[in-house]
């Protein structure tokens, strides 16, 4: 008995990470994406993190809810890290869960080489194990708590789970959809690229067709209003908003005519046969986005760099949206 007592003195100590960085809190995230989705996710990563993991797994001070990404599958709150997987069971061992049942989960590194991959039986031997030196009762069906314990960059972790839902598949069950459409998987993650904080956003997107972006911006609670100036698809857009329960103002308005000031611009370039536009025409509508919004995502599906910076901006970083043969690319400017 004193020998453990002294023993958890010592992991304690030693595996305060120094205070979690001077008391921040660490968290790990997973994530899973198509060797197609790579660019888009990296650069979702570098928007919402401000830094590129070459796994997939991401560590980060920064507090993401995972359900925002598309790509992101689950967050752990580290509570305690060791070097010894041992070490970690004496660690579990102070946990004070006053009351609340639990449920121990272990989540899988796939970034991992394969020779340092743990079995199935493995995983639910240290799951139950882990489990045994929690001091509270397990509840396997409906826990009050949740938590994961991870082997990340050869060290084992312990803390709160929080497995991301995919709100963007829900969306995918709209009343009205349009061919050439952005996916609402490629659309959730264009809103968190152009912005990673809503916190006193404004934001509009000025070529909102069937409101794609607008739904996943306004599941995001993000201050976003929408406009386009083909008439036709207005009530079908604003009808995709009632049916999932968003709110948000969206209007018949040429680009080239809109007033106001924004934050972010999300504009997603028309180029079907009935769309078609001219470099004088997209030169004019990015010069009017120069005029009313500090910061611009334009998603094309053509080269439009020296357009860009005809009118005005500078290109901060990109990525490639790919579908199969079908590529769009995704610019960041400001």
């Known amino acids: 008995m004193t020998f453990e007592v002294n023993k958890i003195d010592r992991l304690q100590s030693v595996n305060t990470v120094d205070s979690l960085q001077e008391n921040q809190t660490n968290y790990i995230y997973t994530y899973s994406h198509s060797e197609d989705e790579h660019s888009l996710c990296a650069l979702e990563m570098r928007s919402l ?3 590129e993991s070459p796994s997939h797994v991401l560590e980060s001070f920064l507090k993401i809810d995972p359900s925002r ?11 305690y890290e060791a070097e010894i997987l041992e070490d970690l069971f004496v660690m579990v061992q102070t946990l004070q869960l006053c009351g609340a049942t639990f449920k121990v989960t272990y989540v899988k590194n796939n970034g991992q080489p394969k020779s340092e991959k743990v079995s199935f039986e493995r995983r639910r031997a240290i799951e139950r194990t882990v489990g045994l030196h929690v001091n509270g009762k397990a509840d396997l069906s409906q826990p009050e708590r949740v938590f994961g314990v991870m082997n990340v960059n050869g060290r084992w972790i312990f803390g709160d789970y929080l497995e991301g839902e995919s709100v963007w598949f829900r969306h995918q069950q709209k009343p009205h959809s349009y061919s050439t459409a952005l996916s609402t998987r490629v659309a959730r993650a264009v809103v968190n690229i152009a912005i ?8 509009i997107d000025p070529c909102c067709g069937i409101g794609t972006v607008l739904v996943e911006a306004r599941s995001m609670g993000i201050d976003i209003v929408g406009s386009d100036r083909n008439q036709l698809i207005l009530p079908g857009a604003r009808e995709n908003m009632a049916h999932f329960g968003y709110d948000g103002k969206i209007t018949l308005a040429d680009m080239r005519d809109i007033t106001g000031h924004y934050d972010v611009a999300i504009i997603d370039l028309p180029y079907n046969l009935c769309s078609v536009l001219s470099p004088e025409v997209q030169l004019e509508m990015l010069q009017s986005a120069r005029r009313f919004a500090d910061k611009v995502v334009v998603v094309t599906v053509e080269p439009i760099d020296e357009v860009l910076f005809e009118a005005g901006f500078s290109i901060i970083d990109r990525a490639i949206a790919k579908k199969s043969v079908f590529i769009r690319e995704v610019i960041v400017c400001n």
């Open 49 to 51: 993190f401000g830094e």
């Open 69 to 79: 990404s598309p790509f992101i599958k689950e967050r752990i709150t580290v509570l």
């Open 196 to 203: 990673p904080n809503p916190d006193g956003i404004k934001a």
